[in-house]
């Protein structure tokens, strides 16, 4: 059971990360990075890393996509 | 044509080398000497139930140092830069009105991360997580109140004097080690007291609440760092 939902969560990570570089909005790219980092912490609890995916939880998923957000508005800003 | 025959000449190496490593890999159902010896040792040594903390702390405690020592540089150049180019012309941020729902979940919300942080980094020698887990929780905590309520400022003075006296408390225990035990950052010259008790493992729930107070106003320096600069083009 457990095997079968880490390939399934694999799987959705790479989606995930694939749509994160072929996405034509920026928004929505930042969004799936940040899915990506949820999803991998689900991935690191079920493989015995507790300690991981409390990392991934808050940084991956949380601190980077803001600070991407805030990045993208300050570009978007100059490029005006 | 050239350009692509290396290419594949340097993929074919690549498969070559990970597929040896792949087909030549025996999982082994022993731990390594080392290992054996935090697993068997640790306990006793050290005192901490959670060995991990005990590995990351005591016996690498010197490569946690380092690692702090990298974010701290990292938030002191984000910091610099950022201050640098914000030359202050106070136009007012054009913002969005936050959801009702978002501001009142925050209030609920912001409190209670801020304590699952403290509860990670204080429990670090006993359950999963420590010092740059619950700091990073916190910093999540931060980040809620920066999204409810845009406006808001924080006491940059309480950031950094709280960010350096942590770095030098974290120091401070590591030198204490050096005198009063038997090396840099070990944690026996405080009782090691019962294993799996909260005030147990010496030294390393302090160092740990130094750690995580560090990592945690580290981080929130960073993000409001980004948030002030929002306003200048």
Known sequence: MSLILAIFLGVVIL??????IY?????VAIIATGA???????????????????TEASIG???????????????????D | MIKKGILLLLLVGFVAVIGSLLINFTGSNELNPLARYYAENGPAEVGAANLVTAVVVTYRGFDT???VT?????AAIVGFFLKVMNADNGRPNKLRKTSEILETASTLLVPTI?????????????????????GAVIATGVMMIILAQPTSRFNHKLISVLESVSGVGFVAMGILGLILASGF???????LGKLGSLLSAGAIPIIYVFIGIKVGSELTGILDSLKENQNEI
């Open chain 1, 36 to 54: 990506v980092g949820l999803f991998a912490s689900v991935l690191y609890l079920l493989l015995a890393a507790p300690d991981v995916a409390l």
């Open chain 2, 70 to 74: 990298i974010l701290f540089i990292a």
């Open chain 2, 65 to 67: 140092l380092g690692e």
């Open chain 1, 15 to 20: 989606v995930l990360a694939v749509t994160a």
């Open chain 2, 114 to 134: 801020f304590m699952l942080g403290v509860y990670i980094f204080v429990n670090g020698h006993l359950t999963p997580g420590g010092g740059f887990q619950g």
């Open chain 1, 23 to 27: 996405h034509k909005n920026t928004k």
């Open chain 2, 185 to 191: 950052l070990n944690n026996a010259f405080l009782p």
């Open chain 1, 61 to 79: 998923s949380g601190l980077s996509t803001i600070i991407f957000f805030y990045v993208l508005n300050k570009i978007r800003h100059s490029n």
